[in-house]
């Protein structure tokens, strides 16, 4: 009998839903957009392990230190890195291009293509395989006035001695990422190229491990530190190499959040509304029932009950349809305008809080209506027509 407005019950169960579903796409925009910058700073850039040494370059062989981190079982691979600025100049349709203070990262190509994905990014021509070769990020491209695989660019370094040493490389590939954290601003050498014009022979920058369990990142960077104890080695895990980049995005994600569970409240005043409508459109039955010897107790359990009902349903509907977004997002590696593919997650924690929370609040936003209704007298409500 209290249950026959189906559309106001309906409007209330898509008050709940809709509030769920808020918060599913936050967190798959947000959170996803999160960690793919994660991710790609782990892929292109730091590793899962980054190392450094306190004295600002690793004067350790980078191959002994390598096959230390390749005997690990959870290591998948390791390569060194060493990086400059660089200023390059190059002739194109008969003007001269200059470009100045320009990154440039010179790496171990045959490990490089094993512990990060930056060779996967190289759209134009192929990776840096030789010494006089070089790749360079689209936007250095552009900069240097539209260079092309075959190009003939003169790069300047600054030695450790203050000597400008300069050298010309064949441009062979053309870098290209979404999102800002590829090399798309930076060249890209062989490494023992860039330590001959650096006077760095057999020094590093860092060193980079990958691992096909990233979640034992801070043992096997405990165990690296254990090992090693008389060196001036910094070892970081991802999250601790990336911390500057990554604190002000957690606070943006923290208030998108915040402001999702404000929207969930919302639909709690909108059940709150509903309810109350439906208790002022039923007090005749209301009525009726206390005459025939119903307790206020008996009221409220029932409008209580309905509270209940709307909860359970715009639960599992929102979460559902959360699911159902959050597998698109997944499958398609949604992007905006091709921009950084989202890294998509179930976070089933977070699913079921967030379904947990919501049936709460549609009970809590049904107990002044269901208290107003225990307040009818049967005299009174029986007049209501």
């Not at 390749?70 to 390569?79: H, M, Q």
């Not at 950084?340 to 549609?362: C, D, G, M, R």
Request: proline fraction near 3%; hydrophobic fraction near 45%.
């Amino acid at each position: 009998m209290l249950f026959n407005k189906k559309g106001s019950l309906i409007g209330a169960v898509l008050a709940v839903t809709i509030g769920i579903l808020v918060i599913h796409v936050n967190f798959v925009i947000f959170q996803g957009l999160f960690d793919a910058i994660v991710r790609d700073i782990s892929d292109y850039r730091n590793g899962d392990i980054l190392v450094t040494d306190d004295a600002d370059f690793i004067d350790k062989s980078d191959l002994s230190l390598v096959n230390w981190f390749e005997r690990i079982p959870y290591v998948e691979a390791a390569t060194p890195r060493l990086s400059s600025t660089a200023e390059m100049n190059m002739t194109k349709n008969g003007k001269l291009i200059e470009e100045t203070r320009v990154p440039i990262v010179g790496v171990d190509p045959f490990r490089d293509i094993l512990a990060s994905t930056v060779a996967q990014t190289v759209k134009e021509g192929s990776y840096v395989f030789s010494r006089n070769s070089i790749v360079l990020g689209s936007n250095v491209a552009r900069d240097l006035g539209g260079a092309q695989v075959g190009d003939s660019v003169k790069v300047l370094v600054v030695d450790r001695y203050g000597q400008d040493q300069i050298k010309r490389f064949t441009v062979s590939g053309i870098a290209q990422s979404p999102g800002g954290q590829g090399f798309d601003y930076t060249a890209v050498v062989h490494i023992d190229t860039l330590r001959d014009m650096m006077n760095r022979h057999g020094d590093s920058g860092s060193v980079i491990v990958k691992l096909n369990d990233p979640s034992k990142a801070f043992e096997v960077k405990e165990f690296f530190l254990r090992s090693f104890p008389n060196d001036d080695f910094i070892a970081e895990t991802i999250e601790e190499s990336a911390e500057q980049q990554l604190a002000g995005f957690r606070s943006g994600i923290a208030m998108i959040n915040m402001i999702g569970y404000f929207g969930m409240m919302s639909s709690a005043f909108a059940i709150v509304t509903i309810q109350m409508m439906l208790v002022n459109g039923k007090t005749r039955e209301i009525g009726v029932m206390r005459a025939i010897g119903a307790r206020r107790k008996d009221i409220l359990i029932i409008f209580i009950f309905q509270g209940m009902i709307i909860g359970a349903i715009g639960a599992g509907v929102g979460t559902a349809a959360g699911l159902g977004y959050t597998f698109y997002a997944k499958e398609t590696k949604m992007s905006f305008n091709n921009s950084l593919p989202l890294e998509v997650s179930y976070n089933w924690e977070k699913i079921i809080q967030t379904a947990l929370t919501s049936f709460a609040l549609a009970i809590i936003a049904s107990l002044y209506p269901s208290y107003r209704a225990t307040k009818l007298l049967p005299v009174e409500a029986m007049r209501t027509v």
